[in-house]
């Protein structure tokens, strides 16, 4: 089961996810991304990963997707609260180079 | 347009008369019988769409018939109607109960009974679209199948031959696909001078999609080594490749090494994957992961490789897999992971078939009884001399 929220914060938008991401369900995440960006072109697009409990690379490919159509409105991308399992895909692969990536939701807005 | 087959079945005369009266005037075909006996042998004849069936019959009575009809899978389609001079719920019940499709109460108005026939064929018509839609899903579903198969056989072939050797190199491998088709790919390549190319590769996704970019990620590695001995060009230009040949979301993790007999050395780049681990000759056993930090093949053209080395000496082995084979949730959400991996890796039998046979066997015996969920390829090189 994936949960994903949106919400506005001034002119970023905040995508929520909590779950395991996985090849079932990006389809139904790459939806909301795409909605949100291609709708409110956010300047800053912050997605929390706090309670994904589990990320495979069909979910590592959409969050590339999603830096590159954010790249491509001038806005940027931060991720939020990476758990351990999740901290360590991403240093395996070195996408935390790759992206900017923040201890808190807060710090990922106010890092804009 | 013609329209269905009736069988009307009833021991007196006038009801079959009347109803054949009906139904031929409203463009039905009509077939009678004057018990179940002779409405068995109508039918071994031809085949009616719909039974209209007196309960109260000499021979072989309806619900005998009925059930008869209902109990045989070549007949029990044809829709059924039971005529019963017991009126009531209950007699109905027991009609339904008997797997008449529906029931007419005697005495009839000929206009009920035609008003029945008419809703049953809608039923009917319905029915025989359904079969047919399904006909052809099947068969739709039967040639994705074989073709699938055909396409697994296809990409066992771009597999090297294994238990196999290239060089000083003797390999192993298992390979699991998750759909019976997969997104992971091996390699292993003689290099002018006795060198040894060796690459594994892990696309993201499953299915077709991820076997053809494997097809695609096998022949660029297999380009890239007669154009240079090092690792991280070719984990470059791969990636150049792969960015320019798929779609956004679609690249692929993967350990590309170059060992130089000569120097005993295993110069590797790591994009994106599980470590591979050191096992080096000699006893007791202290194998090593070859950890590394690199990007996975396909996100961007501009993104740089670090190229890595570690000793590869005679009697060493090298393992090599896939997330797939480390990366199952148990029930109690513990995951292998590739130190659990290692792990296994001190105790190995020195024979490398049975080697990685017992390594598989560990990793699933660690899952149980959760199934590996994506495609699973372990490959053992034993350097000989």
Known sequence: MLNIQTRQEGNASVVTIQGKVNFEVTAQLRDVIRDTVTTLLPKLLVINLEGVSFIDSSGLGLLVAARNSVDKNSGKLHLCGLPPQVKKTFDQTNLTNYFSIFATEQDALRGA | MQKGLVLVVDDEAPIRDILSFYLKRAGYQVLLAENGRQALEEMAKLQPDLIISDLRMPELAGDEFCQIVKGNPATRDIYFVLVSAMDGSASRIGGLNLGADDMIAKPF??????????????????????????????????????????????????????????SCVHYHHRYLPAEGIGGDIYSILPMPGGGVAIMIADVSGHGVTAALISAMVKTSFGNQIHLSDSPRIWAERMNRDLVRSTLEEQFATAFLAYLDPASHQLRYVVAGHEPAFRIPAGTPKSPEALHGKGFMLGIDESLPFDELSAPFEPGDRIILYTDGLVEVEREDRQFLGNDGLL????DLPQDGEAAVGHLLEQARAFHSPNPFVDDVTLVLLDRVR
């Open chain 2, 109 to 166: 108005h000929a206009q009920e009974v035609m008003a029945k026939v008419a809703s049953a064929f809608r039923i009917i018509e319905m029915q025989k679209e359904i079969k047919r839609q399904n006909q052809v899903l099947v068969r739709f579903q039967e040639r994705m199948t074989a073709e699938l198969n055909l396409a697994a056989k296809l990409q066992m072939g771009l597999l090297p031959e294994a238990p196999g050797e290239v």
């Open chain 2, 343 to 346: 792990g296994y890796c001190a």
